[in-house]
C-alpha cells in the first residue's frame, strides 16, 4: 500500500488473523461483497466488529487522472441539495490521492459550513468549524483523508455546466493544490441526481 509501516504486538496480530480467517470460511460460498473491520480495545479483550455494503463504484478519467467516487457519496450530496433547494449549497470533499497512479478517490463530504451564503442563484463557502472538522477526520483516519476539493449544487432548471464564477473557483483551486503537486475536485450536483466532475489542472507539475 506504499504506506508507513507500524509495529504491531504479536497477540494483536495473532487475534485479528484467527477472526479474518474464521470470517473468511464464513464468507466464501457469498455471491455479494462485503467489507468488515474489527477493533480490539487498548487493554481489554473486546473486539468490536464494523461493516459496511459495498456501493457501485465510478471511475471518470480526467486527463490523465482518474476521479473514483461510489453510488453512497453521490446519494448524500443529492441528499444535502435537495434539503437546501430553492438556494444553492456545497461543501467540502474528502479523500486521498495515489499519485504514482494519478487517481483521485472522493469519499465523503463535510455539510456546508454554517456562516456559508446559500441563495437561489449563488453559494459561497463558509469557514467555520471547518478546519477543526477536517482535522478531526485526518485524526480518525490516521492522516489516510484529506481535503481533495469542492462541492456545490446548482437549483432545478438549470444547466450542470461550470458557471463563469464555478471557473473561477476552479482558478483558484488550481492554484491552491499545485503546492502538493495533486489537481482538486469540484463536483456540480444538479436535478435529477446528475452529476458533474471537473479537475482543476496542476500548473506547476505537469
Do not use: K
Amino acid at each position: 500500500c506504499r504506506d508507513v509501516s507500524a509495529r504491531l504486538p504479536q497477540a494483536q496480530v495473532a487475534l485479528h488473523a484467527a477472526i479474518a480467517a474464521r470470517r473468511l470460511v464464513d464468507i466464501a460460498d457469498r455471491d455479494d461483497a462485503a467489507i468488515q473491520i474489527w477493533q480490539a480495545s487498548e487493554g481489554s479483550d473486546d473486539v468490536v466488529a464494523l461493516g459496511a455494503s459495498p456501493r457501485r463504484v465510478t471511475r471518470q478519467p480526467i486527463g490523465d487522472w482518474t476521479v473514483v467516487y461510489d453510488d453512497g457519496l453521490a446519494e448524500t450530496i443529492a441528499s444535502l441539495r435537495q434539503a437546501r433547494l430553492p438556494n444553492e449549497t456545497g461543501g467540502v470533499l474528502l479523500g486521498a490521492f495515489d499519485v504514482e497512479r494519478r487517481v483521485v478517490y472522493v469519499v465523503d463530504t463535510l455539510p456546508s459550513p454554517l456562516d456559508s451564503q446559500e441563495r437561489t442563484t449563488l453559494y459561497i463557502r463558509g469557514v467555520e468549524g471547518l478546519h477543526e472538522q477536517l482535522e478531526d477526520a485526518q485524526r480518525r483516519t490516521f492522516g489516510q483523508l484529506e481535503y481533495v476539493g469542492e462541492w456545490h449544487s446548482h437549483p432545478d432548471g438549470c444547466a450542470c455546466t461550470p458557471s463563469r464564477d464555478d471557473l473561477t473557483v476552479l482558478s483558484w483551486l488550481s492554484s491552491h493544490m499545485d503546492a502538493d503537486g495533486v489537481p482538486g475536485v469540484m463536483m456540480i450536483a444538479c436535478e435529477g441526481a446528475a452529476f458533474t466532475v471537473l479537475l482543476a489542472e496542476v500548473f506547476t507539475h505537469r
